[in-house]
């Protein structure tokens, strides 16, 4: 038998079983720039170093210096309720989409950029009279730079055209997060709060007649709750902006636990007609 033929079918077969559980890809939380650490010689311990011989007479090779290049960033520490309070800072500033947009792209204090391919801001229509928040943006989302276009995309659009809505002309899509976690992991409550002074704000400037949350996270961030998805979905709640304003918020299930358990689509069909006929009760109010 051709063991190395086998051990490289093994091999394929564990990588392809990384990439459908989500880690596609060799990285930590922090980038490590290996050529700026000190080989492992240069740190032995001192007890060892000094009772060995030396072995050679010629000079020794320099060993890079463990600072950083001049032209690296300085790491961005991942909780810092400072970071939290510059994100809403820089977001009141903000007085419209285009400009909360170029500061959030700007933004240098979410770790998760460092990571991430692109910033995913938004889609759809600005001022649209619905606007979704999801949790984070995936594979597919981080490659194309737009939210919800992978699978779970797809489902969402076809969930409201359902309706006869679709995101070119009804809808205006984002996340809570706008940079996507590595492995697709459940993003931290510091990287939420700070991509959340953000996202509250996007939501006060395209001023949407009905929110709708997708999902877990996306709803307890922006709900500022501990209640799960299973209690908060199907419930109109009122969400209370800095401006003062309030806009009706309706919590549902992610598009991507309707595709994991289809048997839940009924309850999300529910909260759809309440969507609808809520949008239908407004724009006869108005
Ligand atoms: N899931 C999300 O929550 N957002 C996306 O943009 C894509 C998948």
Redesign the pocket.
């Known amino acids: 038998m051709d063991t190395t033929a086998l051990a490289r079918e093994d091999l394929a077969s564990l990588l392809q079983w990384y990439v459908e559980h989500g880690l596609d890809e060799t990285i930590g939380e922090e980038a490590v720039d290996r050529f700026a650490l000190p080989p492992p010689a240069a740190v032995a311990p001192a007890s060892l170093s000094s009772s060995a011989p030396p072995r050679s007479t010629t000079a020794p090779t320099p060993i890079r210096a463990a600072t950083p290049p001049p032209t690296a960033r300085a790491p961005v520490p991942l909780e810092s309720p400072q970071l939290v309070e510059d994100a809403r800072e820089l977001a009141r500033r903000c007085t419209t989409i285009a400009e909360l947009e170029e500061a959030v792209r700007a933004f240098e204090g979410c770790a998760l950029k460092r990571t991430a391919k692109n910033t ?1 801001f938004a889609d759809g229509v600005a001022g649209a009279p619905i606007m979704v928040v ?5 594979a ?2 981080d490659r194309l730079g737009k ?4 699978v ?2 797809q489902l969402l659009d076809r969930m409201f055209a359902a309706l006869g809505m679709s995101r070119e002309r009804d809808l205006y ?1 984002t ?1 809570i997060l706008f940079w996507r976690p590595p492995g697709n992991r459940t993003p931290t409550l510091a990287e939420q709060s700070i991509c959340l002074a953000f996202t509250r704000r996007h939501i006060e400037l395209a001023r949407p007649k009905l929110l709708v949350l ?2 877990g996270t ?1 709803a307890k961030a922006v709900l500022d709750t501990t209640e799960g998805i299973m209690r908060l979905r199907g419930k109109w709640t009122s969400l209370k902006l800095d401006d003062g304003t309030e806009v009706p918020t309706m919590p549902t299930f ?3 636990y309707l595709l994991r358990t289809p048997a839940s689509k009924r309850q999300s069909w529910l909260d759809l007609l309440a969507i609808d006929k809520k949008l239908k009760e407004l724009n006869l109010s108005s």
């Open positions: 995913v999801g949790e984070a943006p995936g597919d989302e939210p919800f276009v992978g779970s995309g899509i996340n997708a999902g996306a992610h598009p991507a």
